[in-house]
């Protein structure tokens, strides 16, 4: 299996650069060595961009607009509220040289860590359906493995820049619709269909962190990636078998993959004072449109490009823990909430507040 | 203790916030003012420059030492504690 080729290559490479260090191998006991260098600290090792649509963070979107969506009890646009509760939780991790909490790693230096991501993601209708119904939680949570490689202090043209890889062996999500929303769906009778969307999954990701002008103020992040649905013995992303009506059966998934790009720009305010620093983040995925009605599993799904796009400000306080964002969102292509993913062509749009902790 | 790069008591203050550790070893506070000189002190050595600040050892471990305390990358902090290190002279 890929995914456990590469968990090996992983662990090989990893043990390769700390043996690569032969000074500090001379210097330090191998107990030394493998002694954690940090344990549930924050350190910036391939951070999740603003804009990737389920990062484990916290993320209010109110007040947004959203397409209406399959089962709806009524047509039309809504006005919703979208929020991510959620955090990777850091555990341990090894580096070497310099590392005050919150920072990447020093220059020259490797970084390798475990995190544990934990994510609930709500979107609710609070405008024109009954009783203003949760339309679905996701739950999400996994093993995350981070390293990253601090580039010399100036690189080129670029400041304190960082290459990382992310990769997570495995993680589930479990998706649910809200139980008003299903009691309103009773007007379509045995149409409405309650798809069990749950399953595991693998992802892998590289990340190229360069900083520009004076003192890098100006903080780019560009990322690349797979996400691979796993370890479901070739069932896919949902059951064959509906929740409701009891009994009934839906096709199952085909293509088990998603790549995705993405980057981010962020001009960090005054250092002197803080303050408002702009911020642009974007994420794209080649997501695939659920096919519940499909002929045969073999029959390939529709795929569509989704792009999520958060343009905004951040606001930087010296010694402050809390890092809030303000941002106008506006995303488009499949829907990427439980089982709605069979609909594409969704949009989502409002203002919102990302808080960083 | 062997010569260190910075200031003994800035570098024994920049341990005691990075690691708590209360009976650190000399080699425990070498290898952190290697690290430390490892990680900063080409930039330090830019930025004060630039600030037009002497970058004598006591200069440098003074406002490296303020740049733990200060937002952004490391350059931004560096930076900021060049003008706080220019600011707070004649105080």
């Not at chain 1, 203003?132 to 390293?147: E, H, N, Q, S």
């Amino acid at each position: 299996m890929l995914h456990l080729q590469f968990l090996r290559w992983f662990a090989l490479i990893c043990a390769g650069v700390v043996v690569a260090c032969p000074q500090s191998i001379q210097a330090q006991s191998l107990f030394e060595i493998l002694k954690p260098s940090w344990t549930f600290e924050r350190h910036s090792y391939y951070d999740p961009l603003s804009a990737e649509p389920r990062a484990a963070e916290m993320k209010v979107l109110f007040p947004a607009r959203s397409s209406s969506v399959p089962f709806a009890e009524h047509p039309g646009q809504s006005t919703v509220w979208d929020i991510s509760v959620g955090d990777e939780i850091p555990v341990i991790g090894w580096t070497r040289g310099d590392k005050p909490e919150g920072e990447p790693t020093a220059q020259k230096k490797f970084g390798f860590g475990v995190w544990f991501p934990l994510s609930f993601h709500m979107i609710e209708d609070m405008s024109k359906d009954h009783s203003k119904p949760i339309l679905d939680t996701d739950y999400r949570f996994g093993v995350m493995l981070k390293a990253q490689w601090g580039l010399p202090s100036k690189w080129g043209i670029t400041h304190q820049s960082h290459i990382g890889i992310r990769y997570v062996p495995i993680a589930h999500e479990s998706t649910h619709l809200g139980d008003e929303f299903t009691l309103n769906a009773r007007i379509y009778g045995d149409a409405f269909q309650r798809v069990n969307v749950s399953y595991q999954y693998w992802e892998l990701g590289g990340s190229f962190e360069p900083n520009f002008f004076q003192d890098g103020r100006l903080e780019a992040k560009f990322r690349g990636g797979i996400m691979h649905e796993a370890f479901h013995g070739g069932v896919g992303w949902y059951d064959a078998e509906l929740l409701q009506p009891v009994g009934g059966t839906v096709t199952l998934s085909n293509r088990n993959i998603e790549p995705y790009v993405g980057a981010e720009l962020f001009y960090s305010p005054d250092p002197d004072t803080g303050g408002l620093g702009p911020f642009l983040s974007l994420d794209y995925r080649n997501r695939t449109v659920y096919g519940y009605n499909r002929p045969s599993q073999s029959t390939p799904e529709q795929v569509e490009g989704s792009v999520n796009i958060l343009a905004g400000i951040r606001h930087i306080r010296r010694g402050a823990r809390i890092t809030p964002s303000y941002y106008l969102r506006y995303y488009h292509g499949v829907n990427p909430a439980g089982q709605f993913r069979s609909q594409s062509n969704y949009q989502l749009y409002g203002f919102g507040v990302l808080f960083r902790f | 203790m062997q010569a260190l790069n910075y200031s003994k008591y800035d570098v024994l203050t920049m341990f005691r916030k990075d690691n708590g550790s209360v009976n650190p070893t000399a080699a425990q506070i070498e290898q952190f003012d290697t690290d430390l000189f490892d990680a900063n002190d080409d930039t330090l050595l830019e930025i004060m420059g630039e600030e037009g600040i002497d970058t004598r050892k006591d200069n440098k471990s003074t406002v490296l030492l303020y740049s733990r305390f200060g937002a952004g990358n490391l350059s931004q902090r560096i930076r900021s504690a060049c003008r706080y290190f220019n600011n707070t002279q004649k105080l």
